[in-house]
């Protein structure tokens, strides 16, 4: 019913399913699994062994997906002759319905593609095949095309894909090489979180950025991984334009949100009640409360204030060492504060500035600055 595997739902049920479907498919010498319904390192171990011997992947990713190739290898009875060394080899579609996922097997057509699309799909193939060092390349293709079609028109139906869509899987081949797997990849590609050009860009330097790769890596969650991901992306996109403030406090809030997640929650909720629900925003009876807690939410209020220091920093560097002043700073970083959980507190200094100035404004201008 769910995946099973490396960055599964491994639900108990399921593993113990797959692990008795290994079992009952495998040969000596292999050893025989436990069959607990937990997904360790054998049972991972053991579905990569399968993937690759069985199901003829390339870059195997140790997970077996609900209409995958990797399941119906394991429903096929083929496969227990395959996976002992023997030459049978399982049939095309693997007992598919056309229209499925899983109908490709990365050579043909895949259900589910329009002319056009095929099209593209086919160029890409004679593309891939004519460069050298291309196998995790194909592979990935050839993943997609049975497993994840929609990832598939994505990248066939990017703006200028006819342009770069060879370098951008010859990037994710990169991904492949520093021990990604296939799933990692759509889930970045397929994140909300993260344009698909920027993934693509990164995925093109990550061969020659195996230690970046392994602290994201040592993240363990691969949401957690899009998450700095997009983090970088946007704060790159900051500092070029000069707005450090901002991208530090992006970088905080990344930060932060993966050490205390009760702050990650309640600013995830903080995203779907202003940008997503409005009109709730705006009931006194629910808003005022929300708006308070999320006036205390770490991320939220530590982002104003990275935000806050790195903007007066930049001011009285700039203003010690000659830099030009834009003058519309301060008021920038004000409206910042408008459109973040801090809103509570910065009506609260106007309403306070105002009072002050009706009650004592007269008197300070007269008896002081005058």
């Known amino acids: 019913m769910g995946s099973v595997g490396a960055g599964g739902r491994n639900t108990a049920s399921d593993v113990k399913a797959v692990q008795q479907r290994l079992n009952d498919l495998?040969?000596?010498?292999?050893?025989?699994?436990?069959?607990?319904?937990?997904?360790?390192?054998?049972?991972?171990?053991?579905?990569?062994?399968?993937?690759?011997?069985?199901?003829?992947?390339?870059?195997?990713?140790?997970?077996?997906?609900?209409?995958?190739?990797?399941?119906?290898?394991?429903?096929?009875?083929?496969?227990?002759?395959?996976?002992?060394?023997?030459?049978?080899?399982?049939?095309?579609?693997?007992?598919?319905?056309?229209?499925?996922?899983?109908?490709?097997?990365?050579?043909?057509?895949?259900?589910?593609?329009?002319?056009?699309?095929?099209?593209?799909?086919?160029?890409?193939?004679?593309?891939?095949k004519a460069r050298a060092d291309s196998a995790p390349a194909i592979d990935f293709l050839a993943y997609i095309s049975s497993n994840e079609i929609q990832t598939l028109k994505m990248i066939l139906n990017a703006q200028g894909a006819a342009q770069y869509a060879v370098e951008a899987l010859m990037g994710i081949k990169n991904a492949l090489k520093v021990g990604f797997s296939s799933r990692d990849i759509v889930t970045i590609l397929t994140s909300r979180a993260i344009r698909l050009d920027a993934a693509l860009e990164m995925m093109r330097s990550w061969g020659s950025a195996t230690k970046v790769v392994s602290v994201l890596k040592s993240l363990g969650s691969i949401a957690l991984v899009v998450q700095v991901l997009a983090t970088g992306a946007v704060v790159i996109d900051h500092f070029r334009a000069g707005r450090f403030g901002p991208g530090f406090s992006e970088i905080y809030a990344t930060a932060i949100g993966a050490a205390v997640p009760w702050g990650g929650f309640l600013n995830a909720m903080q995203e779907m009640l202003y940008a997503a629900n409005p009109a709730a925003a705006s009931d006194p009876r629910f808003g005022t409360a929300f708006r308070y807690l999320l006036a205390i939410d770490p991320i939220g209020a530590g982002k104003t204030a990275v935000d806050t220091v790195a903007t007066f920093t930049e001011l009285a560097m700039k203003s010690l060492f000659g830099g030009k002043i834009r003058g519309n700073e301060v008021d920038e970083l004000i409206e910042r504060m408008r459109a973040s959980p801090m809103k509570f507190w910065v009506e609260m200094g106007e309403s306070s500035g105002n009072w002050m100035g009706d009650r004592f404004g007269d008197w300070w201008y007269r008896n002081v600055l005058s």
């Not at 579905?47 to 096929?76: C, E, H, W, Y």
């Open 26 to 128: 495998m040969r000596s010498p292999r050893m025989k699994l436990t069959v607990d319904g937990l997904a360790g390192s054998k049972t991972k171990g053991m579905i990569a062994d399968f993937q690759k011997v069985a199901v003829g992947l390339r870059s195997p990713d140790s997970r077996v997906d609900p209409n995958g190739r990797t399941l119906a290898a394991l429903n096929t009875a083929q496969s227990e002759n395959i996976w002992a060394g023997q030459s049978a080899a399982p049939p095309p579609a693997m007992g598919i319905p056309p229209g499925m996922p899983g109908a490709g097997n990365g050579t043909g057509k895949v259900a589910g593609l329009s002319p056009v699309e095929q099209q593209r799909l086919d160029t890409l193939r004679t593309q891939l």
